[in-house]
């Protein structure tokens, strides 16, 4: 009988461990990332108009220096005074 509950507690232990291991990619919820990385996800987009009157589309906050226009689909630099 001693025989048969240490093998049931080693496949326990390696399903659990099998869980843990698969488990450790980040917490979802049904399947949606609760930890993705929020630079890759659209926010807020901000809108600027520069002086020729093109306006610029960038995600979130604006920095200085390059940010991605999604109006033009490329890097530009933006200069904040």
């Known amino acids: 009988m001693e025989n048969i509950s240490t093998s049931y507690n080693l496949n326990i232990k390696f399903i659990f461990a099998g869980m843990l291991l698969t488990s450790c990619s980040g917490w979802s919820v049904m399947g949606y990332s609760l930890d993705e990385s929020q630079e890759d996800k659209l926010k807020v987009l901000s809108t600027i108009t520069d002086k020729?009157?093109?306006e610029h589309f960038y995600n979130g906050n604006i920095?200085?220096?390059e940010n991605w226009c999604y109006n033009h689909s490329q890097y530009e630099i933006v200069e904040i005074k």
């Open 52 to 54: 020729e009157g093109v």
């Open 63 to 65: 920095q200085s220096g």
